[in-house]
């Protein structure tokens, strides 16, 4: 009889960024500040700030924060808390969240014209 392949699953690894640029361009915006809150929120198992070795948060130079999963994670959530946040800050109602590409978040101001 043949052995049945025991190949595991390959770990999924996903990566997000959000690029909050416009705002911190016009000082309205807090980058370190977001990436606490992502880190203090984000929930992994049910249980919110224990991130471990699972999701990893950068902030790079450039005005963006790299969220990098290794577990099933759903950008969804991630535009969820970046609006919980901005509510949080009363910035909710000068920015909005919009998806630029496929793994991509752009904060941006809505135009009033």
Known sequence: MPK?????T??????FVIDY??????DVF???EFEKYLHDR???EN???QLGDKVKITRDSSNKIIITANIPFSKRYLKY???KFLKKNTLRDWIR???SSKDVYQLRFYSIA
């Open 21 to 26: 640029s416009r705002p911190a361009a016009q």
């Open 81 to 83: 808390l970046t609006k």
């Open 10 to 15: 390959p770990a999924t690894k996903h990566k």
């Open 97 to 99: 969240v919009v998806a």
């Open 4 to 8: 049945a392949a025991t190949a595991k």
């Open 42 to 44: 984000i929930k992994v």
């Open 30 to 32: 807090d980058g370190a």
């Open 47 to 49: 249980k919110a700030g």
